[in-house]
Structure formats: structure tokens, C-alpha cells
Nanobody, 124 residues
Framework: QVQLVESGGGLVQAGESLRLSCAAS????????MGWFRQAPGKEREFVAA????????EYAELVKGRFTISRDNAKNTVYLQLNSLKAEDTAVYYC?????????????????WGQGTQVTVSS
């Protein structure tokens, strides 16, 4: 059983940056591809970014490509999401998720484990 704990959310102004962290425990971190999703009020949870176990393969949603960067530190069992040039529409609860496997996925159903989420609020 893998436990995921997100941190780093907060309230920022448009144009500013945040770095989210997701610490994993209870499993072998390098067995998992990792993903970040977000859910805004009244909307479906949507894919943001994903990274394979090596850190060498990443995927991004079109809305965040060029502004957000996903990375991982396997020695620290942690995945990160750097959020730059934030916009009001990036406001959401951000969740990290773990998927047993080698490939990266955009689909929620591919992920077996989820964190509780961290709130990101961007004021315009």
C-alpha cells in the first residue's frame, strides 16, 4: 500500500510560482510512474503532468505545457510539480497519483494510489 502526501500549495498572485511536492511511502518508489491531476470547483479532475520511473519521460496537458515542470527524486521518494506563470484558471486542488508500471498515463483510471490533495489559489 502506497501513501502519498502532497504539500506546497498556497495563495499566490497571477504570474507567480509555486512548487508542489508529493512524498511517497509504503512501497518501492521506482516501481511507479507518477502523475499530477487537478480539480477545480464544479469541474472534473483533469490530467496535468506525468513522469515515468526514471524521470526521463514526461507528459503534460496542453494547458500547462511550457509553464509547469514535473520531476522526481527517487532517492527522496518524492515527485515535484513546478508551477510558473500561474493564472487564475490554475486555481484547483492538486493531487498526485501513483501507477504501477513503466509507461506514463493521462487517464485517472490508470492510477492506483492517490494523495489527499493540496489547494492552489491564484488571485488575478
Amino acid at each position: 500500500q502506497v501513501q502519498l502526501v502532497e504539500s506546497g500549495g498556497g495563495l499566490v498572485q497571477a504570474g507567480e510560482s509555486l512548487r508542489l511536492s508529493c512524498a511517497a511511502s509504503g512501497g518501492t518508489f521506482t516501481n511507479y510512474a507518477m502523475g499530477w491531476f487537478r480539480q477545480a470547483p464544479g469541474k472534473e479532475r483533469e490530467f496535468v503532468a506525468a513522469i515515468d520511473w526514471t524521470g526521463g519521460i514526461t507528459e503534460y496537458a496542453e494547458l500547462v505545457k511550457g509553464r509547469f515542470t514535473i520531476s522526481r527524486d527517487n532517492a527522496k521518494n518524492t515527485v515535484y510539480l513546478q508551477l510558473n506563470s500561474l493564472k487564475a484558471e490554475d486555481t484547483a486542488v492538486y493531487y498526485c497519483a501513483a501507477d504501477i508500471g513503466l509507461a506514463v498515463h493521462r487517464y485517472r483510471s490508470a492510477y492506483e494510489y492517490w494523495g489527499q490533495g493540496t489547494q492552489v489559489t491564484v488571485s488575478s
